[in-house]
């Protein structure tokens, strides 16, 4: 394996009529009249919202370089620097420069009013690689690509030249495309080994597409850029967790087996339950997110938003948590921000204040597809405080250890919140507050480290607050964009911002216009799943028109050798866990995380190390039986056969239950790997 020793320095160098910012050799920022870095301008945005999915248009009135720069270097070395649009012209911006070691920030400390449009510059070249963004799921690698940075529904399909994406789009509103994503944040690495953040939580757009050059666009004047480098990726992640903050570590009864979803009522589990431990299926928990009630809707089964137990659809939970627990299985759940009109919870958070508001001063009520509910307003902190406290009753108290805290990204844009900042703003901020709702209830319950909470919404912030990420509502099938092979970029790429636990619904969620899980894809997504934090199963939004894993005995008997893979890995997956909380360090990481001088690494997103050790190349196409893997340069083995393989490209034998993994001759857990060959 590769590692880059170098010296590392930010510096900063003052020119006749403007400034260069250095990462070692790498010019990061010019500054100059012929060059300017930084344009502003003004914009008036058109943001509509229909369940979830946004159609934003800006109409741009004007955009501006400011081109003229008068440089001040302080004792302290820092640059005080006012910019203008014309030479000699009164200052429209100023900020203040500041490099040491290997850190830089621009920090904005002064903005003529009437700009709410801001444009940075950073140098590029055409080599340079870039990663991150939060959560991608189509493109690891970004470049020649522009992403706008907004928390909302992924979408179904997310390519537009799709049958899928056009149907969802014409009857729903709800195709999307490659960069929609519940995760979104303004943060990117590069290739060149440095990070660059910007601290704001508006509306952003990082494009990608210019090759001496990365723009990125936001709607306001953030309050400030950070750039940061390290001598190798591992350190990187590190720095970047070090700013963001690093998730704790999974539960020890993680590692007991398969979290299996399952809905329909205590008899329904019991019933699936007692026919997977008899095929030999390894179970760590049972995952009913319909535990307080469901609904049916023509999109397919839904929940009842009333965060409570439900005693009609499950008899006797309360009793039979306890009982499973004894027996080594813990129970799941479900919970989201918002509290549908029905439900007592509505009433009283009406009653006392606690939901957000709309322009008329009264409850502001989101359609979330044939049924309507209340915002929990967080910005109010006695909302925030009680939210807190439905969590610790009727979750944590009732006996569940754990639950999808889902959703976090429909804060609708004209809403009237508590604190009286903008909902433009405060928007993209939703989803690391939720984050920290449950994060204070299982803290305060003193439960951190035995329950796990799992989220697909994401920003800022969110690393600290958030147990365990999920890849969000992929669709039953083999597309690139939003099926299988999508999850492991999505893995990959908020991995590199610090999100490095991470995992998806085994066979996908999301069937319509035509998508129904098959039984080879959940057989194939069963094996990448083996492969991550956690194993965990979804019925879908059309259970009886998705294959199941309790449908045959060759799907029971295949899910349960899975499971006997993911348990026998258990000290191996323990030990990178332990280190993304110690460190950052990602579970799932990019080839060239640990092979720095392999070109080839860096553009490689459909396989991933599991840890350092490990190479994974899921099966993602249908109907195959061989594989094509490509291995950097070192001594691996092949997981099933034995066989001994350098670098390259190799040819494999991948039949279902065998899923094309290596690992390497020297690790020291060689012998662990490889008794897997026995099961």
């Known amino acids: 394996m590769d590692t880059i020793q170098n010296k590392v320095a930010m510096s900063l160098t003052t020119l006749v009529d403007g400034f260069e910012l250095y990462w070692n050799d790498q010019l990061i920022i010019k500054h100059s009249s012929t060059t300017p870095f930084v344009y502003v301008g003004y914009g008036e945005e058109d943001i509509e919202m229909y369940r979830g999915n946004f159609d934003i248009n800006d109409y741009l009135i004007e955009r501006v370089a400011l081109r003229h720069a008068q440089v001040n270097q302080n004792e302290d070395e820092t640059l005080l620097i006012h910019l203008s649009q014309f030479k000699n012209g009164s200052p429209v911006l100023t900020l203040l420069v500041k490099a040491e070691e290997d850190q830089a920030k621009l920090e904005f400390i002064e903005v003529e009013e009437g700009f ?64 929609h994503t519940n995760f979104p944040q303004p943060t990117f690495i590069s290739s060149h080994k440095y990070y660059c953040h910007v601290e704001t ?167 979330f597809g044939e049924f309507y509910c209340g915002v929990v307003d967080f910005t109010n902190p006695e909302a925030f405080e009680w939210y807190k406290g439905v969590i610790k009753e ?45 994060y204070e209830a299982v803290q305060e319950s003193g439960k951190l480290g035995d329950i796990v909470y799992f989220m697909r919404a994401g920003y800022t912030g969110v690393q600290k607050y958030c147990t365990l990420i999920w890849a969000g509502d992929q669709s039953v099938d083999w597309s690139l964009d939003d099926g299988l092979a999508s999850v492991i970029p999505a893995a990959l790429s908020s991995g590199m911002v610090g999100c490095g636990l991470h995992h998806s619904d085994i066979g996908g ?37 998705c294959a199941q894993f309790d449908d045959d005995d060759e799907t029971l008997e295949h899910l349960a050798r899975m499971t006997n893979v993911y348990v026998t890995l258990a000290p191996y997956i323990k030990s990178l866990v332990a280190l993304n909380a110690e460190t950052g360090v990602p579970v799932q990481r990019p080839l060239f995380m640990h092979y720095e001088h392999d070109e080839k690494a860096y553009d490689i997103q459909y396989q991933y190390l599991f840890g350092q050790d490990l190479l994974v190349a899921p099966v993602y196409q249908e109907g195959q039986q061989t594989w094509d893997v490509y291995l950097p340069e070192d001594e691996w083995i092949h997981l099933w056969s034995g066989e001994e393989c350098n670098g390259g490209n190799v040819v494999i034998h991948a039949p279902l239950g065998y899923p094309p993994v290596f690992y390497r001759k020297n690790s020291e857990w060689a012998s662990l790997f490889s008794t897997l060959t026995e099961i």
């Open 116 to 179: 709410n449009r801001f444009w940075v510059r950073i140098e590029a070249n055409k080599q340079e690689k870039v990663y991150g963004c939060g959560e991608q799921l189509s493109h690891f690698n970004m470049r020649g690509k522009n992403f706008p940075l907004w928390t909302s529904e992924p979408g179904v399909g997310r390519n537009k030249n799709t049958y899928v994406t056009w149907q969802a789009d014409v009857l729903d509103k709800a195709g999307g495309d490659y960069y």
């Open 201 to 367: 939580t508006s509306y952003a757009d990082f494009d990608f597409r210019h090759e001496t050059f990365h723009e990125l666009h936001i709607w306001e004047v953030p309050n400030e850029i950070i750039f940061e480098g390290a001598n190798t990726f591992i350190e990187l992640v590190e720095k970047i967790t070090n700013r963001f903050g690093r998730q704790p570590e999974l539960p020890e009864w993680t590692y007991n087996g398969i979290w299996l979803g399952i809905q329909g009522g205590t008899d329904v589990v019991e019933q699936k339950l007692e026919k997977a431990l008899s095929k030999g299926i390894k179970v760590g928990g049972v995952w009913c997110q319909d535990w307080q009630g469901e609904r049916i809707t023509s999109f397919g089964k839904r929940l009842m938003w009333n965060w409570k137990w439900n005693p009609q659809l499950y008899p006797n939970l309360d009793e039979k948590i306890k009982e499973w627990k004894q027996n080594g299985i813990r129970f799941l759940g479900y919970i989201n921000p918002y509290v549908a009109v029905e439900g007592d919870l509505f009433t009283h958070a009406e009653q006392q204040g606690y939901l957000a508001l709309n322009q008329n001063g009264e409850t502001y009520l989101v359609d």
């Open 394 to 438: 009727h979750l944590i108290d009732f006996g569940l250890d754990g639950w999808m805290a889902d959703f976090g990204e429909y804060l609708p844009t004209d809403v009237v919140l508590h604190n009286g900042q903008s909902p433009i703003q405060m928007h993209n901020a939703w989803p690391a507050i939720w984050a920290q709702v449950n």
């Open 509 to 545: 969620y999301t069937s319509l216009h035509g998508n129904k899980r098959s039984k080879e894809l959940l057989m194939r997504w069963a094996e990448m799943g083996a492969f991550t934090p956690v194993m965990r199963t979804h019925e879908g939004n059309r259970p009886y028109d």
